[in-house]
């Protein structure tokens, strides 16, 4: 899979165009799934700064994948 900037500059474009081509190309190619997954991510690394902000004095946030989990410190 590898990143967006590993794929796009692969086959090491010289020219503007040819860089723009392997753009559209990756962009293009991006799944579904893997735009859930990333959506998903932001969101609960998202949360986590609100609920860090939030609960700072008090509570320990605890990312462990796709769970939050929280900790009365």
């Given at each position: ?28 190619s991006?799944?579904v799934?893997?735009l859930?997954?990333?959506?998903a ?5 998202y ?17 462990m ?9």
């Open positions: 899979m590898g990143t967006l900037k590993h794929r796009v500059h692969k086959n090491n474009p010289h020219m503007i165009e040819e860089l723009k081509q392997n753009i559209r190309r990756e962009i293009v991006i799944s799934t893997e859930r997954r990333v959506n991510n932001f969101l609960i690394r949360l986590e700064c609100i609920l860090i902000l939030i609960f700072s004095s008090s509570y320990t946030v605890v990312h994948s796709d769970k939050l989990n929280f900790k009365l410190v």
